[in-house]
């Protein structure tokens, strides 16, 4: 008797690697669709052509937008969120502090940002890994330090050495 396919396992089949030519072939395909519609970028997102050595090379890109790309998309890899983390525009470091697949060590290093919006973005993340409260609370900034207040996972240790913040709205928001 034959077994019922709702008995059986799906097959996990990886995507191929696609050759250097093909990589290169589909990021002038990404430039060229970007070029003709910003409304591109959305569809863009659900390619599923997609994957790790194409990612890698995107977030090489000479073009913000195709480097946003890679920093938004749910599958980028670890090791390329993390150079991502790194990028010289803070709107797409933004985008990474809030990504799943960020490293511990990429959200410790964006806790010490030059740009205020990334670390306060970095201070508002909900999900795991968490960011580094400590480094954040003792931030320059009092938006940051908000944004570690306002955030539900932030340590009451933490929460309560800011009610000593040296700015009067801090220490009463942390009360």
């Not at 250097?20 to 589909?26: E, G, L, N, V």
């Not at 920093?71 to 980028?76: D, K, L, V």
């Not at 609370?137 to 309560?160: C, E, F, H, M």
Request: a positive charge; aromatic letters at 8%.
């Amino acid at each position: 008797m034959a077994q019922s396919s709702k008995h059986t396992k799906p097959v996990f089949t990886p995507k191929p690697t696609p050759s250097p030519r093909a990589i290169k072939q589909f990021i002038q395909y990404l430039h060229a669709r970007l070029d003709e519609s910003p409304m591109s970028f959305h569809s863009l997102l659900n390619d599923t052509r997609l994957c790790a050595p194409i990612f890698s090379h995107m977030a090489q890109d000479s073009c913000y937008d195709i480097r946003l790309l890679a920093a938004i998309h749910p599958e980028t890899p670890t090791r390329t969120i993390t150079r991502l983390s790194q990028d010289s525009s803070s709107y797409i470091r933004r985008y990474t502090t809030a990504h799943p697949n960020i490293s511990s060590n990429a959200l410790r290093r964006l806790a010490s940002d030059s740009s205020k919006a990334v670390r306060k973005q970095l201070a508002q993340r909900l999900d795991q890994p968490r960011p580094p409260f400590a480094i954040l609370a003792k931030d320059t900034s009092p938006t940051v330090r908000l944004g570690v207040i306002q955030n539900p996972y932030t340590p009451i240790s933490i929460v309560k050495h800011l009610t000593y913040d040296r700015y009067l709205g801090i220490a009463i928001w942390a009360k």
